[in-house]
C-alpha cells in the first residue's frame, strides 16, 4: 500500500510543474476585438488642455491620451492606433457600459459607488487631484473663509464636483448659491462673463482653464481650498479579467519604469546591455513578462519607448514646463514623498 502511494505521490510530482505551470490568458473579449478592429477606442474629455485636446496639427495630446497610446502600444505595437472619442460628464459611463469605447481614460474618479454600481471598474491612478475653486483676483479671497455668504458657485453636473461643494457647505457652514451647468462649456463662459464669483472643478482642470482659457490669466487665482479628493484614472467594463490587468499594468509599467530609471531614451539600450535581470525581464530580453497577460515579452518595452515613463508623461503634458506648470505634489512617486506607487512587475 505504502510502496503504492509513494507512486501515486511520485507521479503527482512529476506532473507538478505541468500542472502549475501559469496558462498564458487567452484573449479575451475585450484584447479580440481590439485586435480585430486593430485600434484601440479611447473614451476622453476633449478640449482639456493638459489631459485630452486636439493641437493645431489635428493630433491629440494629454495624460489622458497617452495612456490611451501606452496601451494601444501594448496591444497593438504601435500608439498611433487609436482612436480618441470625446464625451461629455454625462456620456462617458454610458459610452463604456455600451461597449462604444474599450477604455475611459477622461479625468475621472475613481469612486466607491461608481465602481460598485455602474459595471465598471477602476485599474490605477494616472492623476492624484482634489476639487478646489478658481475666482477674480478683484474678489480680493485667497480662500473661501475670505468670501461673503452667498456667493455663485459654477460648476457642471454629472460630475463627483456637485456632491462634494454640497457636502462641504454643509460642515462647513458655506452659503453659497449654486450655479450648475449641463456642460463645462457653458459653465466656463458664465464664469468669464461674471455670472457667478467661482468656478469648482478638480483642481487640474482649474489650472488648466485658467491658463489656457483665460482672457487674462493673471486676474484669475486658484484658491487654497481643497474639499475632496480626486484621484482620476482609467476605467474599463467589468468581466474582463484580462483586459482589466492589461490596462493596470500599462500603468504600473509606467510608474515602475520612472522608479528603475528606464525611459523612452535609454530603454533600446538597456535592452540590450542591462545586466539587472529585473530590467532584462522588463524589457523582454529575459522572457516571462507578456504570458500572464496573453501579450509578447516586449509590451512593456514598446509602452516606454513609444511613450514614455509616468515621469516623463506627466512632464510632457501637465508638468512645470507646460501651460499648466503643474508640480508633481501628490504625483510624485513615493520615493519622492509622493504617491505614486506600483506594485512590482515581477
Ligand atoms: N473628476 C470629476 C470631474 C470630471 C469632469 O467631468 N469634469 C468636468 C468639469 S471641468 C468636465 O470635464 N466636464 C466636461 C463636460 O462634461 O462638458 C469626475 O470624475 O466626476
Known amino acids: 500500500m505504502s510502496r503504492i502511494i509513494f507512486q501515486a505521490l511520485f507521479i503527482f510530482a512529476c506532473l507538478l510543474p505541468a500542472i502549475a505551470r501559469p496558462v498564458p490568458a487567452a484573449a479575451g473579449p475585450t484584447l479580440e476585438t481590439v485586435k480585430e478592429r486593430d485600434v484601440l477606442r479611447c473614451g476622453v474629455r476633449g478640449g ?43 456620456a462617458r459611463f454610458p459610452a463604456l457600459q ?3 469605447i474599450d477604455v475611459l481614460s477622461r479625468n475621472t474618479t475613481w469612486t466607491f459607488t ?31 473663509g475670505d468670501l461673503k455668504p452667498g456667493v455663485r458657485i459654477c460648476f457642471t453636473t454629472s460630475t463627483t464636483t456637485e456632491k462634494n461643494l454640497a457636502n ?32 469648482t472643478a478638480d483642481q487640474s482642470q482649474l489650472a488648466s482653464m485658467r491658463n489656457t482659457e483665460a482672457p487674462n490669466p493673471d486676474d484669475y487665482v486658484i484658491l487654497s481650498d481643497i474639499i475632496s479628493k480626486e484621484p482620476l484614472g482609467p476605467a474599463v467594463r467589468d468581466g ?5 490587468e492589461i490596462v493596470q499594468w500599462v500603468v504600473f509599467a509606467t510608474i515602475e519604469a520612472e522608479e528603475m530609471g528606464i525611459d523612452s531614451a535609454n530603454a533600446e539600450a ?41 515621469g516623463q508623461i506627466f512632464e510632457r503634458n501637465v508638468g512645470v514646463d507646460t501651460a499648466l506648470a503643474l508640480e508633481r505634489g501628490l504625483n510624485a512617486l513615493w520615493t519622492n514623498g509622493g504617491l505614486m506607487y506600483a506594485p512590482p512587475l515581477r
Open 114 to 144: 461608481r465602481e460598485t454600481t455602474m459595471g465598471i471598474e477602476f485599474l490605477a491612478t494616472t492623476y492624484y487631484d482634489g476639487q478646489g475653486f478658481l475666482g477674480r483676483v478683484s474678489l480680493g479671497a485667497k480662500s473661501l
Open 270 to 310: 538597456l535592452r540590450k546591455d542591462a545586466s539587472d535581470p529585473a530590467v532584462q525581464t522588463m524589457l523582454g530580453s529575459l522572457p516571462g513578462i507578456g504570458k500572464g497577460l496573453g501579450l509578447d515579452d516586449e509590451w512593456v518595452f514598446r509602452v516606454i519607448r513609444q511613450v514614455g515613463n509616468y
Open 98 to 100: 455600451a461597449g462604444e
Open 48 to 90: 482639456l488642455v493638459g489631459f485630452s485636446d486636439i493641437g493645431v496639427n489635428g493630433e491629440w495630446s494629454g495624460l489622458d491620451v497617452d495612456f490611451c497610446r501606452a496601451v494601444a502600444a501594448a496591444v497593438l505595437g504601435d500608439r498611433k492606433k487609436v482612436e480618441f472619442i470625446p464625451l461629455n460628464a454625462a
Open 168 to 199: 462641504y457647505a454643509l460642515n462647513n457652514d458655506l452659503q453659497f448659491t449654486a450655479v450648475p451647468f449641463n456642460s463645462t462649456n457653458e459653465a466656463r463662459v458664465a464664469f468669464f462673463a461674471g455670472r457667478c464669483d467661482l468656478f
Open 240 to 244: 474582463d479579467q484580462q483586459w482589466r
